[in-house]
Protein backbone atom coordinates (compact mmCIF):
# COMPACT_ATOMS: atom_id res chain seq x y z
CA UNK A 1 0.00 0.00 0.00
CA UNK A 2 1.23 3.52 -1.12
CA UNK A 3 2.16 5.44 2.60
CA UNK A 4 3.30 8.57 1.25
CA UNK A 5 0.96 10.13 -0.52
CA UNK A 6 -1.33 12.76 0.43
CA UNK A 7 -5.09 12.20 -0.57
CA UNK A 8 -6.38 15.58 -1.52
CA UNK A 9 -9.95 15.24 -0.23
CA UNK A 10 -12.65 12.51 0.66
CA UNK A 11 -11.64 9.88 -2.13
CA UNK A 12 -15.02 9.67 -3.46
CA UNK A 13 -14.98 12.99 -4.43
CA UNK A 14 -11.59 13.11 -6.12
CA UNK A 15 -11.06 13.93 -9.34
CA UNK A 16 -8.08 12.66 -11.73
CA UNK A 17 -6.78 16.31 -12.07
CA UNK A 18 -6.93 16.81 -8.60
CA UNK A 19 -4.38 13.91 -8.35
CA UNK A 20 -2.09 15.44 -10.63
CA UNK A 21 -2.21 18.61 -8.57
CA UNK A 22 -1.26 16.81 -5.78
CA UNK A 23 1.30 15.34 -7.53
CA UNK A 24 2.78 18.55 -8.72
CA UNK A 25 2.87 20.08 -5.30
CA UNK A 26 4.03 17.42 -3.48
CA UNK A 27 6.41 15.17 -5.88
CA UNK A 28 7.19 17.58 -8.53
CA UNK A 29 10.71 17.12 -9.02
CA UNK A 30 10.15 12.92 -8.93
CA UNK A 31 10.11 11.34 -12.32
CA UNK A 32 6.60 10.54 -13.87
CA UNK A 33 7.04 9.67 -17.85
CA UNK A 34 10.05 8.88 -19.89
CA UNK A 35 10.12 7.75 -23.31
CA UNK A 36 12.90 6.53 -25.78
CA UNK A 37 14.69 9.29 -28.13
CA UNK A 38 16.75 6.96 -29.81
CA UNK A 39 18.98 4.94 -28.20
CA UNK A 40 18.31 7.38 -24.84
CA UNK A 41 15.61 7.50 -22.53
CA UNK A 42 13.48 11.42 -22.12
CA UNK A 43 12.37 11.97 -18.95
CA UNK A 44 9.10 14.55 -17.38
CA UNK A 45 9.07 15.68 -14.10
CA UNK A 46 5.01 15.80 -12.61
CA UNK A 47 5.58 19.70 -12.41
CA UNK A 48 6.91 19.32 -15.75
CA UNK A 49 4.22 17.04 -16.82
CA UNK A 50 1.26 19.36 -15.06
CA UNK A 51 3.19 22.44 -17.26
CA UNK A 52 2.20 20.51 -20.55
CA UNK A 53 -1.01 19.36 -19.61
CA UNK A 54 -1.99 22.72 -19.19
CA UNK A 55 -0.66 24.16 -22.53
CA UNK A 56 -2.06 20.99 -24.61
CA UNK A 57 -5.54 21.62 -22.69
CA UNK A 58 -5.25 25.07 -24.06
CA UNK A 59 -4.30 24.32 -27.61
CA UNK A 60 -7.34 21.87 -27.81
CA UNK A 61 -9.54 24.41 -26.65
CA UNK A 62 -8.36 26.40 -29.47
CA UNK A 63 -9.61 23.56 -31.49
CA UNK A 64 -12.87 24.12 -30.11
CA UNK A 65 -12.87 21.04 -27.51
CA UNK A 66 -16.24 21.37 -25.49
CA UNK A 67 -16.79 20.16 -22.02
CA UNK A 68 -18.50 16.77 -22.20
CA UNK A 69 -17.30 15.76 -25.88
CA UNK A 70 -15.55 12.84 -26.54
CA UNK A 71 -12.26 13.29 -28.47
CA UNK A 72 -11.17 10.16 -30.40
CA UNK A 73 -7.30 9.08 -30.60
CA UNK A 74 -5.00 6.18 -32.34
CA UNK A 75 -1.66 6.36 -31.26
CA UNK A 76 1.06 4.39 -29.69
CA UNK A 77 2.77 4.35 -26.06
CA UNK A 78 4.33 7.25 -26.89
CA UNK A 79 4.17 10.75 -24.57
CA UNK A 80 1.76 12.71 -26.85
CA UNK A 81 -0.87 10.34 -26.64
CA UNK A 82 -0.01 10.15 -22.59
CA UNK A 83 -0.20 14.34 -22.24
CA UNK A 84 -3.47 14.37 -24.80
CA UNK A 85 -5.35 12.21 -22.79
CA UNK A 86 -4.93 14.45 -19.15
CA UNK A 87 -5.40 17.44 -21.24
CA UNK A 88 -8.45 16.56 -22.68
CA UNK A 89 -9.97 15.48 -19.24
CA UNK A 90 -8.84 19.05 -18.05
CA UNK A 91 -11.14 20.36 -20.08
CA UNK A 92 -13.51 18.42 -18.82
CA UNK A 93 -13.31 16.78 -22.19
CA UNK A 94 -13.94 12.45 -22.50
CA UNK A 95 -10.60 10.82 -24.59
CA UNK A 96 -11.46 7.90 -26.42
CA UNK A 97 -8.52 5.28 -27.51
CA UNK A 98 -9.13 3.32 -30.84
CA UNK A 99 -7.27 0.32 -31.15
CA UNK A 100 -4.67 0.62 -33.37
CA UNK A 101 -5.07 -2.01 -35.35
CA UNK A 102 -8.66 -1.85 -35.56
CA UNK A 103 -10.01 -2.31 -39.37
CA UNK A 104 -11.73 0.57 -41.04
CA UNK A 105 -15.23 -0.72 -40.44
CA UNK A 106 -15.01 -0.90 -36.59
CA UNK A 107 -13.22 2.93 -36.52
CA UNK A 108 -15.94 4.13 -38.43
CA UNK A 109 -18.66 2.67 -36.06
CA UNK A 110 -16.79 3.81 -33.39
CA UNK A 111 -16.93 7.34 -34.79
CA UNK A 112 -20.25 7.58 -35.48
CA UNK A 113 -21.58 6.12 -32.02
CA UNK A 114 -19.46 8.66 -29.97
CA UNK A 115 -20.13 11.23 -32.16
CA UNK A 116 -16.50 12.79 -31.41
CA UNK A 117 -15.83 15.72 -33.30
CA UNK A 118 -11.88 15.56 -33.49
CA UNK A 119 -9.45 12.64 -33.77
CA UNK A 120 -5.63 12.88 -32.70
CA UNK A 121 -3.74 9.99 -34.94
CA UNK A 122 -0.47 9.26 -34.75
CA UNK A 123 0.70 9.15 -38.49
CA UNK A 124 0.39 8.13 -42.16
CA UNK A 125 -0.75 4.94 -41.28
CA UNK A 126 -3.44 6.19 -39.30
CA UNK A 127 -4.44 8.31 -41.86
CA UNK A 128 -5.96 5.95 -44.58
CA UNK A 129 -8.08 4.79 -42.37
CA UNK A 130 -9.47 7.90 -40.56
CA UNK A 131 -9.08 10.31 -43.74
CA UNK A 132 -12.44 8.87 -45.18
CA UNK A 133 -14.47 9.84 -42.01
CA UNK A 134 -14.23 13.01 -42.77
CA UNK A 135 -16.95 13.03 -45.50
CA UNK A 136 -19.05 10.49 -44.09
CA UNK A 137 -22.55 11.68 -43.65
CA UNK A 138 -23.02 9.30 -40.44
CA UNK A 139 -19.95 10.94 -38.63
CA UNK A 140 -20.02 14.06 -37.40
CA UNK A 141 -15.74 13.87 -37.73
CA UNK A 142 -14.38 17.42 -39.02
CA UNK A 143 -10.65 17.47 -37.74
CA UNK A 144 -7.69 15.26 -37.36
CA UNK A 145 -4.90 16.06 -35.31
CA UNK A 146 -1.54 14.29 -36.47
CA UNK A 147 1.43 13.61 -34.21
CA UNK A 148 4.30 13.05 -36.83
CA UNK A 149 3.58 16.16 -38.50
CA UNK A 150 6.07 15.19 -41.67
CA UNK A 151 2.40 13.06 -42.74
CA UNK A 152 0.42 15.06 -41.63
CA UNK A 153 -1.33 15.80 -44.93
CA UNK A 154 -2.56 19.28 -44.86
CA UNK A 155 -4.45 18.58 -41.59
CA UNK A 156 -3.40 19.78 -38.37
CA UNK A 157 -0.31 18.93 -36.10
CA UNK A 158 0.13 18.20 -32.38
CA UNK A 159 2.69 20.86 -32.63
CA UNK A 160 0.61 23.25 -34.11
CA UNK A 161 -1.83 22.73 -31.15
CA UNK A 162 1.14 22.94 -28.46
CA UNK A 163 2.75 26.12 -30.18
CA UNK A 164 -1.19 27.60 -29.95
CA UNK A 165 -1.58 26.33 -26.72
CA UNK A 166 1.77 28.05 -25.45
CA UNK A 167 0.26 31.40 -26.51
CA UNK A 168 -3.28 30.98 -25.32
CA UNK A 169 -2.70 29.23 -21.95
CA UNK A 170 -4.02 31.25 -19.18
CA UNK A 171 -3.29 29.72 -15.75
CA UNK A 172 -6.40 30.97 -13.71
CA UNK A 173 -8.71 29.36 -16.71
CA UNK A 174 -7.08 26.42 -16.61
CA UNK A 175 -7.49 26.15 -12.86
CA UNK A 176 -10.95 27.02 -13.17
CA UNK A 177 -11.76 24.42 -15.86
CA UNK A 178 -10.62 21.18 -14.18
CA UNK A 179 -12.29 22.45 -11.21
CA UNK A 180 -15.81 22.33 -12.50
CA UNK A 181 -15.16 18.57 -12.83
CA UNK A 182 -16.89 16.47 -10.53
CA UNK A 183 -16.24 12.82 -9.45
CA UNK A 184 -19.31 11.48 -11.34
CA UNK A 185 -18.62 13.08 -14.31
CA UNK A 186 -17.10 10.74 -17.08
CA UNK A 187 -13.46 10.30 -17.24
CA UNK A 188 -13.18 7.90 -20.19
CA UNK A 189 -15.15 5.73 -22.52
CA UNK A 190 -13.41 2.51 -23.27
CA UNK A 191 -15.10 0.46 -26.32
CA UNK A 192 -14.59 -3.00 -25.89
CA UNK A 193 -12.37 -4.87 -28.39
CA UNK A 194 -15.51 -7.11 -30.08
CA UNK A 195 -14.36 -10.69 -29.97
CA UNK A 196 -17.90 -10.95 -31.46
CA UNK A 197 -19.96 -8.17 -32.62
CA UNK A 198 -19.55 -4.13 -32.44
CA UNK A 199 -17.60 -2.92 -29.68
CA UNK A 200 -19.86 -1.21 -26.63
CA UNK A 201 -18.85 1.56 -25.38
CA UNK A 202 -18.42 1.59 -21.47
CA UNK A 203 -18.61 4.90 -19.73
CA UNK A 204 -16.39 5.17 -16.77
CA UNK A 205 -16.50 7.79 -14.03
CA UNK A 206 -13.66 9.50 -12.14
CA UNK A 207 -15.07 7.98 -9.34
CA UNK A 208 -15.11 4.36 -10.29
CA UNK A 209 -11.25 4.98 -11.00
CA UNK A 210 -10.15 6.27 -7.80
CA UNK A 211 -11.94 4.09 -5.64
CA UNK A 212 -10.44 1.04 -7.44
CA UNK A 213 -7.56 2.41 -7.19
CA UNK A 214 -7.61 3.44 -3.55
CA UNK A 215 -8.73 -0.41 -3.46
CA UNK A 216 -5.77 -2.28 -5.55
CA UNK A 217 -3.34 -0.01 -3.80
CA UNK A 218 -4.51 -1.63 -0.43
CA UNK A 219 -3.76 -5.27 -1.51
CA UNK A 220 -0.46 -4.29 -3.15
CA UNK A 221 3.02 -3.58 -1.73
CA UNK A 222 4.77 -1.48 -3.75
CA UNK A 223 8.28 0.27 -3.61
CA UNK A 224 7.53 4.52 -3.24
CA UNK A 225 7.37 5.64 -6.98
CA UNK A 226 7.44 2.52 -8.27
CA UNK A 227 7.74 2.27 -12.05
CA UNK A 228 5.76 0.67 -14.06
CA UNK A 229 6.48 -0.22 -18.12
CA UNK A 230 3.60 0.56 -20.13
CA UNK A 231 3.09 -1.59 -23.29
CA UNK A 232 -0.21 -2.54 -23.52
CA UNK A 233 -2.53 -0.53 -25.96
CA UNK A 234 -4.29 2.22 -23.69
CA UNK A 235 -7.55 1.47 -25.34
CA UNK A 236 -7.42 -1.47 -22.73
CA UNK A 237 -8.67 -0.73 -19.38
CA UNK A 238 -5.58 -2.44 -17.83
CA UNK A 239 -3.26 -0.43 -19.27
CA UNK A 240 -5.66 2.60 -18.48
CA UNK A 241 -5.36 1.77 -15.16
CA UNK A 242 -2.27 0.55 -14.66
CA UNK A 243 -0.58 3.29 -16.94
CA UNK A 244 -2.48 6.16 -16.48
CA UNK A 245 -4.77 6.80 -13.51
CA UNK A 246 -2.34 4.49 -11.52
CA UNK A 247 0.71 5.98 -12.01
CA UNK A 248 -1.00 9.74 -11.30
CA UNK A 249 -2.65 8.10 -8.34
CA UNK A 250 0.68 6.62 -6.88
CA UNK A 251 3.09 9.89 -8.44
CA UNK A 252 4.74 6.60 -10.09
CA UNK A 253 6.79 6.28 -13.11
CA UNK A 254 5.76 5.56 -16.54
CA UNK A 255 8.14 4.12 -19.25
CA UNK A 256 6.66 3.90 -22.65
CA UNK A 257 7.46 1.10 -24.88
CA UNK A 258 6.30 1.98 -27.83
CA UNK A 259 6.75 -1.17 -29.39
CA UNK A 260 5.29 -4.29 -27.21
CA UNK A 261 7.80 -6.76 -29.19
CA UNK A 262 10.49 -4.79 -27.23
CA UNK A 263 8.87 -5.16 -23.43
CA UNK A 264 11.23 -8.32 -22.95
CA UNK A 265 14.25 -6.11 -23.36
CA UNK A 266 12.87 -2.99 -22.08
CA UNK A 267 12.76 -5.32 -18.55
CA UNK A 268 16.32 -6.80 -19.07
CA UNK A 269 17.38 -2.70 -18.86
CA UNK A 270 15.27 -1.47 -16.17
CA UNK A 271 15.17 -4.30 -13.58
CA UNK A 272 11.18 -2.84 -12.69
CA UNK A 273 9.54 -3.81 -9.44
CA UNK A 274 6.54 -4.69 -10.83
CA UNK A 275 4.98 -6.21 -13.87
CA UNK A 276 1.66 -7.03 -15.42
CA UNK A 277 1.21 -9.15 -18.71
CA UNK A 278 -1.97 -10.70 -19.97
CA UNK A 279 -2.07 -14.74 -19.96
CA UNK A 280 -0.47 -14.59 -23.49
CA UNK A 281 2.64 -12.14 -22.84
CA UNK A 282 3.67 -15.25 -19.29
CA UNK A 283 3.27 -17.74 -21.95
CA UNK A 284 5.83 -16.08 -24.56
CA UNK A 285 8.24 -15.18 -22.09
CA UNK A 286 8.34 -18.69 -20.21
CA UNK A 287 8.67 -20.34 -24.11
CA UNK A 288 11.27 -17.84 -24.49
CA UNK A 289 13.16 -18.63 -21.16
CA UNK A 290 12.53 -22.50 -21.51
CA UNK A 291 14.16 -22.27 -25.36
CA UNK A 292 17.05 -20.34 -23.44
CA UNK A 293 17.48 -22.99 -20.81
CA UNK A 294 17.41 -25.81 -23.04
CA UNK A 295 20.53 -24.72 -24.90
CA UNK A 296 22.21 -25.20 -21.25
CA UNK A 297 24.74 -28.06 -20.37
CA UNK A 298 22.71 -31.31 -18.73
CA UNK A 299 24.66 -30.19 -15.87
CA UNK A 300 23.14 -26.57 -15.19
CA UNK A 301 19.42 -27.61 -16.80
CA UNK A 302 19.57 -29.87 -13.73
CA UNK A 303 20.61 -27.34 -11.53
CA UNK A 304 17.84 -24.94 -12.41
CA UNK A 305 15.35 -28.21 -12.40
CA UNK A 306 16.36 -29.04 -8.65
CA UNK A 307 16.14 -24.93 -7.36
CA UNK A 308 12.89 -24.79 -9.55
CA UNK A 309 11.25 -28.05 -7.41
CA UNK A 310 12.82 -25.84 -4.11
CA UNK A 311 10.97 -22.87 -4.87
CA UNK A 312 7.63 -24.50 -5.91
CA UNK A 313 7.84 -26.29 -2.35
CA UNK A 314 8.13 -22.47 -0.94
CA UNK A 315 5.37 -21.37 -2.57
CA UNK A 316 3.79 -23.85 -1.70
CA UNK A 317 3.32 -23.28 2.06
CA UNK A 318 3.19 -19.70 1.10
CA UNK A 319 -0.15 -20.35 -0.65
CA UNK A 320 -1.11 -22.25 2.66
CA UNK A 321 -0.56 -19.24 4.71
CA UNK A 322 2.12 -21.87 6.64
CA UNK A 323 5.58 -20.49 7.30
CA UNK A 324 8.04 -23.00 5.27
CA UNK A 325 9.92 -25.17 7.32
CA UNK A 326 13.38 -23.75 8.28
CA UNK A 327 15.02 -26.56 6.52
CA UNK A 328 12.79 -25.09 3.28
CA UNK A 329 13.28 -21.98 3.85
CA UNK A 330 17.54 -22.10 4.17
CA UNK A 331 17.82 -24.36 1.03
CA UNK A 332 14.92 -21.65 -0.84
CA UNK A 333 17.41 -18.55 0.25
CA UNK A 334 20.50 -20.67 -1.30
CA UNK A 335 18.66 -21.52 -4.77
CA UNK A 336 17.49 -17.85 -4.60
CA UNK A 337 21.39 -16.74 -4.36
CA UNK A 338 23.03 -19.29 -6.57
CA UNK A 339 20.88 -20.49 -9.06
CA UNK A 340 17.58 -18.07 -9.78
CA UNK A 341 18.51 -14.66 -8.78
CA UNK A 342 21.21 -14.61 -11.38
CA UNK A 343 19.01 -16.41 -13.99
CA UNK A 344 16.13 -13.48 -13.33
CA UNK A 345 18.90 -10.42 -13.21
CA UNK A 346 19.37 -11.87 -17.07
CA UNK A 347 15.76 -11.39 -17.95
CA UNK A 348 15.48 -7.90 -15.70
CA UNK A 349 13.13 -9.52 -13.22
CA UNK A 350 15.57 -9.91 -10.13
CA UNK A 351 13.89 -6.80 -8.59
CA UNK A 352 10.43 -8.15 -8.91
CA UNK A 353 8.10 -7.76 -6.31
CA UNK A 354 4.69 -7.69 -7.79
CA UNK A 355 3.87 -9.59 -10.72
CA UNK A 356 0.33 -10.02 -11.88
CA UNK A 357 -2.19 -11.57 -14.58
CA UNK A 358 -5.37 -10.76 -15.84
CA UNK A 359 -8.13 -10.85 -18.90
CA UNK A 360 -8.01 -14.92 -19.36
CA UNK A 361 -7.55 -17.92 -17.55
CA UNK A 362 -4.27 -18.64 -16.68
CA UNK A 363 -2.64 -21.68 -18.27
CA UNK A 364 -1.81 -23.67 -15.01
CA UNK A 365 1.62 -24.74 -16.30
CA UNK A 366 2.60 -21.50 -16.94
CA UNK A 367 2.37 -20.89 -13.35
CA UNK A 368 3.67 -23.61 -12.13
CA UNK A 369 6.58 -22.40 -14.38
CA UNK A 370 7.46 -19.19 -12.76
CA UNK A 371 6.66 -20.44 -9.17
CA UNK A 372 9.82 -22.38 -10.22
CA UNK A 373 11.64 -19.28 -9.85
CA UNK A 374 9.83 -17.93 -6.78
CA UNK A 375 7.42 -15.74 -8.68
CA UNK A 376 4.06 -15.47 -8.18
CA UNK A 377 1.87 -14.10 -10.66
CA UNK A 378 -1.01 -12.90 -8.74
CA UNK A 379 -3.76 -13.71 -11.28
CA UNK A 380 -6.57 -11.11 -10.82
CA UNK A 381 -10.00 -10.75 -12.84
CA UNK A 382 -12.41 -8.04 -13.90
CA UNK A 383 -13.95 -6.59 -17.17
CA UNK A 384 -13.87 -3.11 -18.62
CA UNK A 385 -16.93 -2.79 -16.94
CA UNK A 386 -15.70 -3.27 -13.49
CA UNK A 387 -12.71 -0.53 -14.36
CA UNK A 388 -10.61 -3.51 -14.50
CA UNK A 389 -10.17 -5.47 -11.59
CA UNK A 390 -12.62 -6.57 -9.48
CA UNK A 391 -10.98 -9.46 -7.60
CA UNK A 392 -7.14 -10.57 -7.01
CA UNK A 393 -4.68 -12.52 -5.34
CA UNK A 394 -2.26 -10.80 -3.02
CA UNK A 395 0.98 -12.09 -1.05
CA UNK A 396 -1.78 -11.88 1.77
CA UNK A 397 -3.77 -14.93 0.34
CA UNK A 398 -3.33 -16.63 -2.79
CA UNK A 399 -4.11 -19.60 -4.65
CA UNK A 400 -2.22 -20.51 -7.60
CA UNK A 401 -4.92 -21.04 -10.52
CA UNK A 402 -7.96 -18.67 -8.67
CA UNK A 403 -8.24 -15.09 -9.78
CA UNK A 404 -8.69 -14.15 -5.92
CA UNK A 405 -10.71 -12.77 -3.30
CA UNK A 406 -12.54 -9.25 -4.54
CA UNK A 407 -11.24 -6.32 -3.92
CA UNK A 408 -12.18 -3.49 -1.02
CA UNK A 409 -15.44 -1.88 -2.48
CA UNK A 410 -16.87 -5.24 -4.76
CA UNK A 411 -19.01 -7.77 -3.84
CA UNK A 412 -19.13 -11.08 -6.56
CA UNK A 413 -21.56 -13.82 -6.39
CA UNK A 414 -22.17 -16.58 -8.83
CA UNK A 415 -26.08 -16.97 -10.56
CA UNK A 416 -28.16 -20.55 -10.83
CA UNK A 417 -26.34 -21.09 -13.59
CA UNK A 418 -22.05 -20.57 -12.58
CA UNK A 419 -22.61 -16.54 -14.18
CA UNK A 420 -20.56 -14.66 -11.52
CA UNK A 421 -22.46 -11.17 -10.77
CA UNK A 422 -20.62 -8.13 -9.13
CA UNK A 423 -21.61 -4.93 -7.75
CA UNK A 424 -19.36 -2.13 -5.99
CA UNK A 425 -18.42 1.50 -6.39
CA UNK A 426 -16.30 0.68 -9.09
CA UNK A 427 -19.16 -0.76 -11.50
CA UNK A 428 -19.59 1.37 -14.68
CA UNK A 429 -22.50 3.30 -14.93
CA UNK A 430 -23.80 1.99 -17.93
CA UNK A 431 -23.38 1.70 -21.81
CA UNK A 432 -22.93 5.13 -23.87
CA UNK A 433 -25.95 5.00 -26.54
CA UNK A 434 -25.28 6.59 -29.50
CA UNK A 435 -27.32 9.55 -28.55
CA UNK A 436 -24.83 10.30 -25.82
CA UNK A 437 -26.82 8.79 -22.90
CA UNK A 438 -26.23 5.94 -21.11
CA UNK A 439 -27.72 2.37 -21.00
CA UNK A 440 -27.75 1.52 -17.12
CA UNK A 441 -26.53 -2.21 -17.25
CA UNK A 442 -27.12 -3.61 -13.79
CA UNK A 443 -30.45 -4.80 -12.52
CA UNK A 444 -32.26 -3.43 -9.77
CA UNK A 445 -30.27 -4.57 -6.85
CA UNK A 446 -27.32 -3.13 -8.40
CA UNK A 447 -25.63 -6.44 -9.84
CA UNK A 448 -23.88 -6.52 -13.02
CA UNK A 449 -23.78 -10.13 -15.43
CA UNK A 450 -20.62 -10.62 -16.52
CA UNK A 451 -20.81 -12.90 -18.94
CA UNK A 452 -17.98 -15.47 -17.13
CA UNK A 453 -18.82 -18.35 -15.23
CA UNK A 454 -16.62 -19.26 -12.66
CA UNK A 455 -17.47 -20.81 -8.43
CA UNK A 456 -16.21 -19.29 -5.25
CA UNK A 457 -14.58 -21.49 -2.62
CA UNK A 458 -14.82 -21.76 1.10
CA UNK A 459 -12.55 -19.05 1.36
CA UNK A 460 -13.98 -16.48 -0.77
CA UNK A 461 -11.79 -17.20 -3.61
CA UNK A 462 -12.63 -17.23 -6.99
CA UNK A 463 -11.86 -19.62 -9.69
CA UNK A 464 -13.21 -18.79 -13.33
CA UNK A 465 -14.15 -21.22 -16.07
CA UNK A 466 -14.83 -19.41 -19.12
CA UNK A 467 -16.88 -17.25 -21.07
CA UNK A 468 -20.56 -18.06 -20.84
CA UNK A 469 -20.70 -17.60 -24.48
CA UNK A 470 -17.43 -19.30 -25.06
CA UNK A 471 -19.21 -22.45 -23.12
CA UNK A 472 -18.94 -25.29 -26.05
CA UNK A 473 -22.71 -27.67 -25.59
CA UNK A 474 -21.69 -30.65 -27.64
CA UNK A 475 -24.78 -32.70 -29.74
CA UNK A 476 -25.30 -34.86 -25.99
CA UNK A 477 -25.93 -31.50 -24.02
CA UNK A 478 -22.50 -31.41 -22.38
CA UNK A 479 -21.06 -27.94 -21.59
CA UNK A 480 -17.56 -28.07 -22.22
CA UNK A 481 -15.26 -25.15 -21.24
CA UNK A 482 -12.74 -24.65 -24.06
CA UNK A 483 -10.04 -22.61 -21.80
CA UNK A 484 -9.72 -25.70 -19.60
CA UNK A 485 -8.93 -28.23 -22.77
CA UNK A 486 -6.85 -25.18 -24.62
CA UNK A 487 -4.65 -24.95 -21.24
CA UNK A 488 -4.18 -28.55 -20.83
CA UNK A 489 -2.98 -29.03 -24.84
CA UNK A 490 -0.37 -25.96 -24.12
CA UNK A 491 0.75 -27.59 -21.39
CA UNK A 492 3.35 -29.04 -23.75
CA UNK A 493 6.18 -27.24 -24.96
CA UNK A 494 5.79 -27.24 -28.53
CA UNK A 495 2.17 -26.35 -28.62
CA UNK A 496 2.07 -21.77 -28.40
CA UNK A 497 -1.86 -22.00 -29.34
CA UNK A 498 -4.76 -23.85 -29.62
CA UNK A 499 -8.60 -23.66 -30.55
CA UNK A 500 -11.02 -25.99 -29.39
CA UNK A 501 -14.04 -26.47 -31.84
CA UNK A 502 -17.02 -28.82 -30.99
CA UNK A 503 -20.28 -27.21 -30.45
CA UNK A 504 -23.46 -29.08 -31.59
CA UNK A 505 -21.17 -31.86 -32.33
CA UNK A 506 -20.44 -34.92 -30.75
CA UNK A 507 -16.72 -34.84 -29.96
CA UNK A 508 -14.05 -31.74 -29.77
CA UNK A 509 -11.56 -30.95 -32.09
CA UNK A 510 -8.58 -28.55 -31.83
CA UNK A 511 -6.34 -26.38 -34.09
CA UNK A 512 -3.01 -26.35 -32.56
CA UNK A 513 -0.02 -24.18 -33.89
CA UNK A 514 3.37 -24.51 -33.11
CA UNK A 515 5.40 -22.66 -30.74
CA UNK A 516 7.78 -20.58 -32.69
CA UNK A 517 10.03 -20.25 -29.59
CA UNK A 518 10.67 -23.84 -28.34
CA UNK A 519 9.88 -25.96 -32.18
CA UNK A 520 13.60 -24.88 -33.59
CA UNK A 521 14.98 -25.75 -30.26
CA UNK A 522 13.13 -28.86 -29.44
CA UNK A 523 13.91 -29.95 -33.78
CA UNK A 524 17.71 -29.23 -33.27
CA UNK A 525 17.96 -31.28 -30.26
CA UNK A 526 16.13 -34.18 -31.71
CA UNK A 527 18.64 -34.08 -34.85
CA UNK A 528 15.63 -32.32 -37.11
CA UNK A 529 17.49 -29.45 -39.37
CA UNK A 530 14.84 -27.03 -40.19
CA UNK A 531 15.68 -23.78 -42.36
CA UNK A 532 14.59 -20.22 -39.85
CA UNK A 533 11.64 -18.27 -39.79
CA UNK A 534 7.85 -19.32 -41.29
CA UNK A 535 9.14 -21.60 -43.42
CA UNK A 536 10.55 -24.05 -40.74
CA UNK A 537 8.05 -23.83 -38.52
CA UNK A 538 6.25 -24.70 -41.77
CA UNK A 539 8.21 -27.49 -42.79
CA UNK A 540 8.37 -28.73 -38.94
CA UNK A 541 4.48 -28.91 -39.00
CA UNK A 542 4.64 -31.50 -41.74
CA UNK A 543 7.76 -33.23 -40.19
CA UNK A 544 6.46 -36.55 -39.05
CA UNK A 545 8.38 -36.75 -36.11
CA UNK A 546 6.99 -32.93 -34.82
CA UNK A 547 3.38 -34.96 -35.52
CA UNK A 548 4.32 -37.79 -33.30
CA UNK A 549 5.31 -35.71 -30.42
CA UNK A 550 2.19 -33.91 -31.13
CA UNK A 551 0.76 -37.22 -31.16
CA UNK A 552 1.82 -37.83 -27.40
CA UNK A 553 1.10 -33.97 -26.54
CA UNK A 554 -2.72 -34.58 -27.19
CA UNK A 555 -2.74 -38.14 -25.71
CA UNK A 556 -1.34 -36.84 -22.27
CA UNK A 557 -3.91 -33.93 -22.24
CA UNK A 558 -6.57 -36.38 -23.09
CA UNK A 559 -5.53 -38.71 -19.73
CA UNK A 560 -6.00 -35.43 -17.61
CA UNK A 561 -9.41 -34.84 -19.42
CA UNK A 562 -13.08 -36.59 -19.13
CA UNK A 563 -14.69 -38.42 -22.05
CA UNK A 564 -16.35 -34.84 -22.96
CA UNK A 565 -13.50 -32.50 -23.17
CA UNK A 566 -11.20 -35.06 -24.96
CA UNK A 567 -9.70 -34.37 -28.22
CA UNK A 568 -10.26 -37.03 -31.08
CA UNK A 569 -8.98 -34.99 -33.90
CA UNK A 570 -6.72 -32.10 -34.81
CA UNK A 571 -4.78 -30.44 -37.31
CA UNK A 572 -1.14 -28.47 -36.64
CA UNK A 573 -0.61 -25.22 -37.99
CA UNK A 574 2.84 -23.07 -38.51
CA UNK A 575 1.39 -19.62 -38.57
CA UNK A 576 1.11 -18.07 -35.31
CA UNK A 577 -1.99 -16.35 -34.72
CA UNK A 578 -1.89 -12.23 -33.71
CA UNK A 579 -4.01 -9.36 -33.58
CA UNK A 580 -2.41 -7.73 -36.99
CA UNK A 581 -3.93 -11.30 -38.99
CA UNK A 582 -6.92 -10.62 -36.68
CA UNK A 583 -6.98 -14.09 -34.77
CA UNK A 584 -6.53 -12.22 -31.47
CA UNK A 585 -7.83 -8.55 -30.12
CA UNK A 586 -5.59 -5.97 -29.37
CA UNK A 587 -5.57 -7.73 -25.67
CA UNK A 588 -4.42 -11.38 -27.00
CA UNK A 589 -8.03 -13.22 -26.51
CA UNK A 590 -8.65 -15.49 -29.13
CA UNK A 591 -11.31 -14.04 -31.61
CA UNK A 592 -12.65 -17.24 -31.68
CA UNK A 593 -15.40 -16.55 -34.54
CA UNK A 594 -12.63 -15.39 -36.68
CA UNK A 595 -10.28 -18.20 -36.57
CA UNK A 596 -13.48 -20.39 -37.20
CA UNK A 597 -14.30 -18.41 -40.40
CA UNK A 598 -11.10 -18.56 -41.46
CA UNK A 599 -10.28 -22.54 -40.78
CA UNK A 600 -13.92 -23.63 -41.40
CA UNK A 601 -12.44 -26.11 -44.14
CA UNK A 602 -9.81 -27.56 -42.02
CA UNK A 603 -12.27 -27.51 -39.07
CA UNK A 604 -14.90 -29.36 -41.48
CA UNK A 605 -12.56 -32.12 -42.44
CA UNK A 606 -11.87 -32.91 -38.86
CA UNK A 607 -15.33 -34.29 -38.94
CA UNK A 608 -15.10 -35.74 -42.38
CA UNK A 609 -14.61 -39.64 -43.05
Keep these: MTTILRLPGEPSELTLPALLLRNAEDHGERPALSWRTGTEWSTLTWAEVRRKVGVLAAGYAALGVERGEHVLMMMGNRPEHWLTDLALVHLGAVPVTVYGTSAPEQIAHIARHSRARLAVIEGERELARWEPLLTDPEAPLGKLVVVEAEQAGGHGTYASVQATGAVRYQPDGFEKAWRETRAGDPLTVVYTSGTTGDPKGVRITHRNMVLNALSLDQVV ?18 ERMLGIYLVTFRAAHAHLCADPAEVAATARELHPAQFFGVPRVWEKLAASVRAALAQLPEEQQQAIAAAGETARAHVGYRERGEEPPAEL ?12 DPLLAMAGFDRLVWTASASAPMPPDVVRFWAGFGIVIMDAWGLTETT ?18 PIEGVEVKTADDGEILVRGASVFDGYLRADGTVDPAVDAEGWFATGDIGRLDEDGFLWLTDRKKEMIITSTGKNVSPALVENALKEHPLIGQTLVHGDGRSYLVALLVLDSEMAPVWAASHGIEAPEGPAGLAALAEHPAVQEEIDRAVETANSRLNRTEQIKRYRLLAEEWG ?9 LKLRRRVIRDKYQQAIDDLYGP
Design 329 to 340: AAAYSRAKERVL
Design 221 to 238: ELPDHVEHISYLPFAHIA
Design 388 to 405: GVATTNCPAGFRLGSVGR
Design 579 to 587: PETGELTPS
